[in-house]
């Protein structure tokens, strides 16, 4: 949730003096992003059980991130409970400049881990997905959509899956770059999720390699994401 927003289309900017004026993207600020996990050694992280979030978002100091520019071809679509995607899309977005939207749910997730697990596998299992509270914009600029997404129940988190749900024909020819963060178990069905649920939706797209990596190495990730990042924009 970075404050440090450009943004073309809600509410919060009070330094935007016109709104015909051109618009600098603006990037997310990692320090403001609030993942204490990240850095754990593997045994502290124990793969990620018991890790805590504010319950809104990712951090309830500042509004969703939300950066829309007029020229961007690419967007970075994330949620993150516990700020570790958040982190990862911060550096999908420093190599990229794609423009951001930070997906949030409408009635929050505990910030207690364990009731987290319980109420997302119900969801699951009742194919019953989180109600979003975002503002999804008119999606036809953009080429590539940057997918970012906590591993839940060994797939993708509930709430991006409410997102393919709901706007996945918007979605029809483009590229979908998945990037991801786990406890270590790896990616799951996610990348089938998706492909899956865009299918439903008779929207075609073509789906990159996915981007993983453990929610406590994010730190660590610069040097393979660059390289995901070189291989997915040839
Ligand atoms: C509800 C829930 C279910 C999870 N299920 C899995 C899982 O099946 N496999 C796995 O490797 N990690 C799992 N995790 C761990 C998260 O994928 C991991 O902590 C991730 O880095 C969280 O990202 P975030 O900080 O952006 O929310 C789960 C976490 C939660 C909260």
Known sequence: CSPNNSQTTSSASQ?????????????MDPNKIDAPQVGLSDEQWNRSLGTRSDGKDTNSKNAPTR?????ADSIIIYFSRSGSTELLASKVQALSKADVIELTVSEN??????????????????????????????LSQYKTVYLGYPIWGMTLAEPVASFLEQYGKQLDGKTIAPFSTNGSYGLGS??????????SQGSQVKITDAYQIQGNRVNEADSSLRQWFNTISK
């Open 109 to 138: 997730y505990s910030p207690d881990y364990g009731q987290t697990v319980q109420r997302a596998n119900r969801e699951r299992e009742e194919e019953n997905n989180p109600t979003l509270n975002v503002d999804i914009p008119d």
């Open 190 to 199: 996610s990348v089938e999720r998706i492909q899956s649920i865009l299918q």
């Open 67 to 71: 950066i829309l520019t007029r020229d």
């Open 15 to 27: 330094t935007s003096t016109s709104e015909s004026s051109s618009i600098s993207q603006s990037a």
